[in-house]
């Protein structure tokens, strides 16, 4: 039996991708192909965070109804399934089931079933034991906590992912020490906000904080690199700001959600910081860490953000210098306080589309700036992509997040090596590697 499986969205689906694949391939029969029109099963694991991919999953249903294998069956999972439940099946009958983003343990029953909706929000897995053959090279994600507390006026992730719950330490514990043998190096931990670890464990559980959480996974033989995302910028306390700093095995580059840097507009998002809240922890970070490498998430258009919040945007991104950012225009989801709003304060699309550009031009100026300036210091890069032949390189991230080239080099992917940087090219960062 062959899965074809497509991923939208963001590293949580990927993760729950895997899942679904560990699933299928170890309590079914089922082996991966490339190719839909052999497969007889074909998931969609689907996002919804903004309008313009969920509009195109009907289309893409369609598409492969036409070319499957008569007998093959179609899954939608992951968050669109979550919200829209029975209603994808109502508007595309060739769905065989629907499966939300927080119920994909229950993959290997729900195959088996016709027509049926699997989507409750207050579905608990996280104390779900998936199978941990994968593999997944070098890096892994592992999900540390599921769901969300925070209300975000414009999210609709809460909808589809319900509330917030942390994953056991000692289950996070012991899927490291598997991943660890199984010749991973660099840890990727994976939640909505993971420094609000903790918080609440549907089990009985010792009290422990995200920096707790470092402390223990640093200690896990074989795990040489730990990242994470997201934590939110409101729960980024002294504590948990100097465990960053001071553990070893943490990796020095951090992605800290803006969204935007007008406290007006911070709001109304109801993100829980001001502008002078991120600025201030940014502040802090770089006094502990001055190499650190900084991602941000940025929604322009917003409603109600006119000229000056902006500017406050374009300043926050000036002044902190982000190194890697993910920018878009707001886009308005059903089940979300700011959907209520309808058309009141909605800024117009050409608008909107323009001030992304100004963003993303600043930041491309930014990084140009920033690449040239690294000509000449060294990085320890675990290299993660090799290709041979003529144009050969091995390529592979900084401990503070930089992608990294290396022509003319065939390295071993999994070891750790010094580089130098010979040359950028725009953004991009070329080195060779160094004594
Ligand atoms: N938990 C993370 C973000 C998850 S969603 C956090 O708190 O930051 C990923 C990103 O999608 C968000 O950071 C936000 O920038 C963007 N996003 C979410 N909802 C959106 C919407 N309605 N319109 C445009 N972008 C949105
Ligand atoms: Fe969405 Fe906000 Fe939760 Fe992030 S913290 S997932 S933006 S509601
Ligand atoms: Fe991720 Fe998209 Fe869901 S960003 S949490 S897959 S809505």
């Known amino acids: 039996m062959k899965l074809y499986i497509e991923t939208l969205g963001c590293a949580m689906n990927m993760r729950d991708s895997e899942h679904m694949i560990t699933e299928l391939t170890t309590k079914e029969d089922y082996t991966l192909t490339e190719d839909a029109k052999e497969a007889d099963l074909i998931l969609i694991n689907t996002c919804s965070v903004r309008e313009k991919p969920e509009r195109k999953l009907f289309s893409e249903i369609g598409q492969f109804a036409r070319i499957k294998k008569p007998s093959a069956k179609i899954g939608i999972c992951g968050c669109t399934a979550s919200h829209m439940g029975e209603e994808i099946i109502k508007k595309a009958p060739s769905v065989n089931f629907v499966l939300g983003a927080r119920n994909i343990s229950k993959i290997s029953?729900?195959?088996?079933?016709?027509?049926?909706?699997?989507?409750?929000?207050?579905?608990?897995?996280?104390?779900?034991?998936?199978?941990?053959?994968?593999?997944?090279?070098?890096?892994?994600?592992?999900?540390?906590?599921?769901?969300?507390?925070k209300k975000c006026a414009y999210c609709i992730v809460p909808h589809t992912r319900g509330k917030e719950i942390s994953i056991p330490l000692d289950l996070i514990i012991s899927e490291a020490k598997k991943l660890a043998e199984s010749g991973v190096k660099e840890l990727m931990l994976l939640g909505q906000n993971v420094n609000n670890y903790g918080v609440r464990f549907s089990t009985p559980h010792q009290s422990i904080n995200?920096?707790?959480?470092?402390?223990?996974?640093?200690?896990?033989?074989?795990?040489?690199?730990?990242?994470?995302?997201?934590?939110?910028?409101?729960?980024?306390?002294?504590?948990?700001?100097?465990?960053?700093?001071s553990n070893p095995k943490v990796c020095k580059s951090?992605?800290?959600?803006?969204?935007?840097?007008?406290?007006?507009?911070?709001?109304?998002?109801?993100?829980?910081?001001?502008?002078?809240?991120?600025?201030?922890?940014?502040?802090?970070?770089?006094?502990?860490?001055?190499?650190?490498?900084?991602?941000?998430?940025?929604?322009?258009?917003?409603?109600?953000?006119?000229?000056?919040?902006?500017?406050?945007?374009?300043?926050?991104?000036?002044?902190?210098?982000?190194?890697?950012?993910?920018?878009?225009?707001y886009s308005p989801r059903p089940h979300t306080e700011s959907f209520a709003w309808g058309e009141e304060g909605m800024v117009p699309k050409e608008v909107a589309s323009n001030r992304l550009s100004i963003l993303q031009n600043k930041h491309r100026e930014i990084l140009k700036h920033k690449a040239k300036?690294?000509?000449?210091?060294?990085?320890?890069?675990?290299?993660?992509?090799?290709?041979?032949?003529?144009?050969?390189?091995?390529?592979?991230?900084?401990?503070?997040g930089k992608l990294i080239k290396i022509p003319q080099e065939i390295l071993k992917i999994g070891d750790i090596i010094k580089v130098q940087i010979a040359q950028s090219d725009g953004g991009s960062l070329i080195g060779q590697s160094a004594l």
């Open 109 to 149: 029953e729900i195959i088996h079933k016709d027509k049926a909706v699997e989507v409750a929000i207050d579905f608990d897995d996280s104390t779900y034991v998936f199978d941990t053959v994968r593999n997944t090279g070098v890096r892994a994600l592992l999900n540390i906590s599921i769901g969300c507390d």
């Open 210 to 245: 995200f920096a707790g959480l470092l402390n223990k996974l640093a200690l896990v033989d074989g795990i040489e690199r730990i990242r994470f995302t997201s934590p939110h910028p409101l729960h980024m306390d002294d504590e948990f700001l100097e465990e960053f700093a």
């Open 254 to 329: 951090i992605h800290i959600p803006l969204q935007s840097g007008s406290s007006k507009i911070l709001k109304s998002m109801r993100r829980g910081y001001s502008k002078e809240w991120y600025l201030n922890r940014i502040a802090k970070l770089k006094s502990l860490v001055p190499d650190v490498g900084i991602g941000t998430d940025i929604i322009v258009g917003f409603p109600g953000e006119d000229e000056e919040d902006f500017a406050h945007t374009m300043d926050v991104l000036e002044q902190v210098g982000f190194d890697t950012m993910y920018s878009f225009v």
């Open 373 to 400: 300036k690294e000509i000449g210091n060294t990085h320890y890069v675990l290299i993660e992509n090799i290709k041979s032949g003529e144009e050969s390189f091995s390529e592979g991230r900084s401990d503070n």
